[in-house]
């Protein structure tokens, strides 16, 4: 069993930035590629960033790339998600979750989720 705590989640204006933290316990995040997803209020979850094991490979949804950065710490079992020029419609609850592939974590394809930490982005 993986448990993932997701921290760093508040409010900020748009054009602001914040970081995601992911932090695992139970297994090794190495042995898992991992994702965040989004659920915007009334709306259906939804991909955003994967990267793989080693952390060479990563994965966007076009709604972030280029302003969205994913990254990982083995040493420190956290997966980060670095977000810049925020924008309203970024607003929701992001979680954290871990799968075999970064394929598969993009498919939605995920073994672990976690609760998730809510982000607000004001006009």
């Known amino acids: 069993q993986v448990q993932l705590l997701e921290s760093g989640g508040g409010w900020v204006q748009a054009g602001g930035s914040l970081r995601l933290s992911c932090a695992a316990s139970?297994?090794?995040?190495?042995?898992?590629?991992m994702g965040w997803f989004r659920q915007a209020p009334g709306k259906e979850r939804e991909f955003a960033a994967a990267?793989?094991?080693?952390?060479?490979?990563?994965n966007y949804a076009d709604s972030v790339k280029g302003r969205f950065t994913i990254s990982r710490d083995n040493a420190k079992n956290t997966v980060y998600l670095q977000m810049n020029s925020l924008r309203p419609e970024d607003t929701a609850a992001y979680y954290c979750?871990?799968?075999?592939?970064?394929?598969?974590?993009?498919?939605?394809?995920?073994?672990?989720w976690g609760k998730g930490t809510l982000v607000t982005v004001s006009s």
């Open positions: 139970g297994r090794t995040l190495s042995n898992y590629a």
């Open positions: 979750a871990a799968g075999p592939t970064t394929v598969v974590v993009t498919r939605g394809g995920v073994d672990y």
């Open positions: 990267i793989s094991m080693g952390g060479r490979t990563t």
